[in-house]
């Protein structure tokens, strides 16, 4: 789980890192940026997916070949595909965002997008059977904690304005907000795709 997810969200990150570089666009990502996302990352790994519970068909799958690659083929495919999905999403957000909002608005309306979608990459990987919808009731309370000082952290980021300035953002409208939320959490929608698709060809 772990292993998937951390493939999965570095995508993103790297291409909205790179692009702007490559292609002219005003930068979007500060190492600060950087910095913030791998303080949401780093205890998804080593406390968030630690603390799930085994999922209750485990037994039913058989062992491990112990000469198959750790982390290859189809088993690399699906993180790489979920990340690209965020990266679409954060890079259609950037487009939208660079024509409506001013460029420190832009930049924080982005990294809403991709904290978000960060938090969806931790959802959609917590199982890899069962849709998000049927694993928010299985219980992690290390997850909602995690979450929710993220979030916090995040509304610090974008409305205090010290910390804005700090993080070259402007403040959102509550609608701006809004609509960075549901793009980071669109990507929902590709990851259960992605899911019945690797359940119809299993690993």
Same mark, same amino acid.
């Given at each position: 789980?772990?292993?998937?997810?951390?493939?999965?969200?570095?995508?993103?990150?790297?291409?909205?890192?790179?692009?702007?570089?490559?292609?002219?666009?005003?930068?979007?990502?500060?190492?600060?940026?950087?910095?913030?996302?791998?303080? =949401?990352?780093?205890?998804?790994?080593?406390? =968030?997916?630690?603390?799930?519970?085994?999922?209750?068909?485990?037994?039913?799958?058989?062992? &491990?070949?112990? &000469?198959?690659?750790?982390?290859?083929?189809?088993?690399?495919?699906?993180?790489?595909?979920?990340?690209?999905?965020?990266?679409?999403?954060?890079?259609?957000?950037?487009?939208?965002? &660079?024509?409506?909002?001013?460029?420190?608005?832009?930049?924080?309306?982005?990294?809403?997008?991709?904290?978000?979608?960060?938090?969806?990459?931790?959802?959609?990987? &917590?199982?890899?059977?069962?849709?998000?919808?049927?694993?928010?009731?299985?219980?992690?309370?290390?997850?909602?904690?995690?979450?929710?000082?993220?979030?916090?952290?995040?509304?610090?980021?974008?409305?205090?304005?010290?910390?804005?300035?700090?993080?070259?953002?402007?403040?959102?409208?509550?609608?701006?907000?809004?609509?960075?939320?549901?793009?980071?959490?669109?990507?929902?929608?590709?990851?259960?795709?992605?899911?019945?698709?690797?359940?119809?060809?299993?690993?």
């Amino acid at each position: 789980k772990s292993m998937s997810y951390i493939v999965a969200v570095h995508i993103p990150i790297a291409g909205i890192a790179l692009l702007p570089v490559l292609l002219g666009w005003p930068v979007m990502l500060f190492p600060l940026h950087i910095a913030f996302l791998e303080l =949401v990352i780093d205890p998804a790994c080593s406390m =968030v997916f630690e603390n799930e519970p085994a999922e209750g068909d485990v037994m039913q799958h058989p062992p &491990r070949d112990a &000469r198959a690659q750790l982390f290859a083929g189809r088993t690399l495919l699906w993180p790489l595909l979920q990340g690209a999905g965020v990266l679409l999403i954060a890079v259609v957000a950037f487009l939208w965002s &660079r024509t409506h909002l001013s460029e420190p608005a832009t930049r924080a309306f982005v990294f809403v997008v991709l904290v978000v979608g960060n938090m969806a990459l931790i959802l959609s990987n &917590r199982s890899s059977s069962q849709p998000v919808w049927a694993t928010l009731a299985t219980p992690n309370r290390t997850l909602w904690i995690v979450m929710a000082l993220a979030l916090t952290m995040l509304a610090l980021a974008v409305y205090v304005p010290w910390l804005a300035k700090l993080f070259s953002f402007a403040a959102l409208t509550p609608a701006s907000a809004a609509v960075a939320v549901l793009a980071g959490l669109s990507g929902l929608v590709w990851f259960e795709i992605l899911r019945r698709m690797q359940m119809l060809r299993p690993l």
